[in-house]
């Protein structure tokens, strides 16, 4: 491995265009992302959706479900340039639908189709990454591509609170799309040079993709509903659907945490999936319970990005001590996250410096998740069987968007059902974390999971 590091590079001649296109494109989405997540209270009461809060980023994550096993079979088969190019130009019409949407329902549409292209272009991002990087370098770049988070945390979130502050929240929409022709321009050369390296037939997981969504949706809208029958039948149909298009669409042995790549993706799904159940969360706790700004809000955000990014140099510094010891990260990373998410549901329910916990919290929660979630990529790439970099690249993306849209969506229904009650949000917000809290707890199971002879006998080599 020392070999490799000493005769490349990821700034070296082979490399270099390629590293500024993908912390480029992460970049940008880091930017969109962080801002909506900060401004999403301010468009819920200006289009009077507080019901469906959630949906505004379970839509997003439905979508990006599908259009990550669609960009990972291009990736394989046309190679990353393609999901990319469709993937920026989805997003940049659902960003033009959001931006103008006079109603709640037309926003989600519009976050639907920014999905559909999010989803391609991470998938192509990461595809990339597998293709173009050994195995002793891809620890520095998802350092690097993490790192990209930095600059959108430290001014996204803040300008996000400001501009929705003294103009409207629909200028965070509309500012993105020129970007979007830049990464284009930028990036395209790079990811048109990757040589594409699977050659065999594979049969198609599409089907499996819309299984999916449709499964989730109708399962997350059940919820919503107020007749036990009609509850009971969505619910219990969209499981069913979901769940078994999931198992065509991820390693076998995944649900039950069978050691090396299964237990990877379970452990990776889980612990996002709890850090985002409380990051969607965390603006309204702040701005509605606790009543500070959206600026202030935004900057509070950007303290568990800027962590995240922390957790994954920190992995990156650990690499050097060699590759056995990732299993052991994973525990870790995913132990201190719980600790991290449990100082929010300190903060809603106390009325003691709810600051200052929360950002202390948030520092702990992004350092955990940082720390595991990287790992988790680079040993999960390290076992990808050759030509199918893709497929891999996309079983990470689909755990990370199916149970997160999964959380978001129970977590946006309970939330809907404690306003409906008259519980009030806070009780509402309680409930979302608690569930989080949940899958904070099963992610330290799973990753104690991940440990097996074959897999460590890898991570030596």
């Not at 149909?237 to 993706?265: E, K, N, Q, V």
Request: hydrophobic share 55%.
């Amino acid at each position: 491995m020392k070999g490799d590091l000493d005769a490349q590079h990821v700034l070296d001649n082979k490399h270099r265009g390629l590293t500024f296109g993908l912390v480029l494109g992460i970049t940008l989405f880091a930017f969109e992302n962080l801002a909506i997540i900060t401004v999403a209270p301010d468009i819920a009461e200006a289009l009077n959706g507080i019901t469906l809060y959630g949906w505004i980023f379970t839509g997003f994550l439905l979508a990006s479900l599908f259009s990550t096993v669609l960009g990972g079979e291009w990736a394989d088969k046309y190679g990353a340039s393609r999901p990319l190019l469709i993937g920026l130009i989805l997003f940049g019409i659902g960003l033009l639908l959001s931006g103008f949407a006079p109603t709640m329902f037309l926003l989600i549409l519009g976050r639907v189709v920014q999905g559909l292209g999010g989803g391609a272009i991470i998938t192509a991002l990461y595809a990339a990454l597998n293709l173009a990087y050994s195995d002793a370098l891809r620890p520095r770049m998802i350092a690097l591509m993490s790192s990209a988070w930095v600059v959108p945390a430290l001014l996204g979130p803040a300008l996000a609170g400001f501009i929705a502050e003294v103009s409207s929240w629909r200028i965070l929409f509309w500012g993105t799309v020129p970007l979007l022709v830049v990464v284009a321009v930028l990036t395209l050369p790079a990811f048109r040079s990757l040589e594409k390296k699977n050659s065999r037939p594979q049969q198609s997981r599409l089907p499996a993709a819309l299984g999916l969504v449709v499964g989730t949706g109708l399962l997350l809208l059940g919820f919503t509903l107020s007749s036990v029958v009609l509850v009971a039948v969505m619910v219990g149909g969209g499981a069913f659907i979901g769940f078994s298009s999931l198992r065509h669409l991820i390693p076998s042995g995944t649900f039950t945490l069978a050691s090396g790549l299964p237990a990877l993706i379970a452990t990776r799904g889980l612990s996002f999936a709890a850090f985002v159940g409380i990051e969607v969360f965390l603006a309204l706790m702040l701005s509605e319970i606790h009543g500070f700004s959206s600026a202030l809000t935004g900057a509070v955000i950007a303290v568990g990005t800027i962590s995240w990014t922390l957790g994954t140099w920190l992995q990156d510094r650990l690499e050097k001590k060699g590759g056995s010891g990732r299993p052991g990260r994973i525990v870790w990373g995913t132990v201190v996250l719980l600790i991290g998410l449990a100082f929010q549901i300190i903060v809603l329910l106390t009325p003691y410096l709810p600051l200052p916990l929360t950002i202390t919290g948030w520092l702990i929660a992004g350092v955990g998740i940082g720390l595991a979630h990287s790992t988790i990529a680079v040993l999960a790439f390290s076992l990808a069987p050759q030509g199918e970099e893709g497929n891999v690249s996309a079983s990470l993306q689909l755990a990370d968007q199916f149970t997160s849209a999964l959380c978001t969506g129970l977590g946006g229904a309970l939330l809907a059902f404690a306003v409906s009650a008259n519980w009030g949000e806070r009780y509402g917000i309680l409930l979302a974390f608690l569930l989080s809290g949940i899958l904070g707890l099963f992610s330290i199971f799973a990753a104690y999971r991940v440990s097996g002879r074959a897999l460590v006998a890898k991570a030596h080599d």
